[in-house]
């Protein structure tokens, strides 16, 4: 029997490893990668004393709630901040993700909830979960 060379082995395996990283996002993938820098870049823009940066609506965002489309579609419409560029890149994002949302994706997303208030005031997770001992 003849058994394949290591450095064979080797490349053929790193082959692999770089095709598993070069496939293309898949349309989840992609809006919650999107919506995940969104809702980054929100949190940065609040450090801002521009007084104009306070008045935004909040923008904390759960792809799996339905309510979210109605959250981008505010946030893109709000008529203030032109002025400031991470408003405006910001606001760019959004349209970008409700976009994909609506279209690209429609079919391939899941809304698990529509509950709005969820978006306005978040529970956010623990960071350790709880252990429940039975």
């Known amino acids: 029997t003849h ?10 395996l790193l082959s692999a490893a770089l095709l598993a990283n070069t496939a293309p996002p898949t349309c989840y993938s992609r809006v919650l990668s999107l919506s995940k820098e969104i809702t980054e870049s929100f949190k940065e823009l609040q450090t801002s004393k521009d007084s104009c940066v306070e008045m935004l609506p909040r923008l904390y965002l759960d792809i799996h709630n339905y ?13 203030r901040c032109e002025r400031v560029l991470e408003v405006s890149e910001l606001k760019e994002k959004a349209r970008s993700l409700y976009t994909i949302m609506i279209s690209y994706c429609r079919r391939d997303l899941v809304f698990l909830t529509d509950d709005c208030s969820t978006l306005e005031n978040p529970i956010l997770p623990p960071i350790e979960p709880s252990i429940i001992e039975s």
């Open 67 to 79: 309510c979210v489309l109605a959250k981008l579609r505010d946030f893109v419409a709000y008529p």
């Open 3 to 12: 058994t394949p060379h290591p450095l064979a082995l080797l490349i053929a």
